[in-house]
């Protein structure tokens, strides 16, 4: 399939931990986005990255991408509790279509 | 800037009855326009997509049909809904022209419709 598929699926952190999710796809890309959705709400973008870019960084947000491993990762640092929600990646070919994978859920303790 | 609006924000309808979802753009011209469906605890999956008045395409096959008859203005369709139309619905834009390789989406709040 083309979409994204994250890993792990759910991850509960302490306030001030980092932390970190990664996502594999199989086809070739032109970009990798994140987007952020706290409950029951639409998604935020957070992060798009291209094929020829490695890292990029946007405040508390690192996203690392490896096309030769057909990887990225997200690390979110200093974590706060409005970090709480769930974090997908997608993946946009040649084409209109962005494909998102099913997300991983971050509960950040206070 | 630019906003979308999308509504409504819940929907409860019984099977076989129809439905329409509104999405509109603003501040931006010729977008490309999204409707993607999120099952519950799941990933979105891209339902339709349009990259201008009155081309729409369709990625998954279905009782849903999507049509824009305004530049800024999405609609989503059933005739007769089943039970397995009940999720989230969301809508979305990108800029135009390539920009969609440049920018990320922007998402509205969402339809949560329910069909009973």
């Known amino acids: 399939s083309q979409q994204g598929e994250e890993d792990p699926q759910a991850l509960s952190i302490q306030e001030g931990e980092n932390a970190t999710m990664n996502c594999s796809y199989k086809?070739?890309?032109?970009?990798l986005q994140w987007y952020r959705q706290n409950s029951g709400r639409g998604l935020v973008h957070l992060i798009l990255?291209?094929?020829?870019?490695r890292e990029k960084h946007s405040g508390r947000l690192r996203v690392t991408l490896d096309t030769s491993k057909k990887s990225s990762s997200l690390l979110i640092t200093a974590s706060r509790a409005a970090d709480t929600a769930s974090y997908f990646c997608?993946?946009?070919?040649?084409?209109?279509?962005?494909?998102f994978g099913a997300g991983t859920t971050v509960t950040v303790r206070a | 800037s630019q906003t979308i609006h999308q509504w409504p924000a819940t929907l409860v309808q019984p099977v076989g009855s129809p439905l329409s979802l509104e999405c509109t753009v603003e501040?931006?011209?010729?977008?490309?326009l999204y409707w993607y469906r999120q099952a519950a605890g799941r990933g979105l999956q891209l339902l339709f997509y349009?990259?201008?008045?009155?081309?729409i395409s369709s990625e998954v096959p279905q009782n849903l049909s999507a049509s824009r008859p305004q530049d800024r203005q999405f609609i989503l369709s059933s005739k007769k809904l089943l039970l397995s139309d009940s999720g989230f619905y969301l809508c979305?834009?990108?800029?135009?022209?390539?920009?969609?390789?440049?920018?990320?989406?922007?998402f509205g709040s969402g339809t949560r419709l329910t069909v009973v």
């Open positions: 979305a834009w990108s800029p135009p022209a390539g920009g969609h390789f440049l920018y990320g989406y922007t």
């Open positions: 086809t070739s890309i032109n970009n």
């Open positions: 990255i291209r094929s020829n870019e």
């Open positions: 997608a993946i946009q070919a040649n084409d209109y279509k962005l494909s």
């Open positions: 501040g931006t011209s010729n977008p490309n």
């Open positions: 349009s990259v201008g008045i009155g081309q």
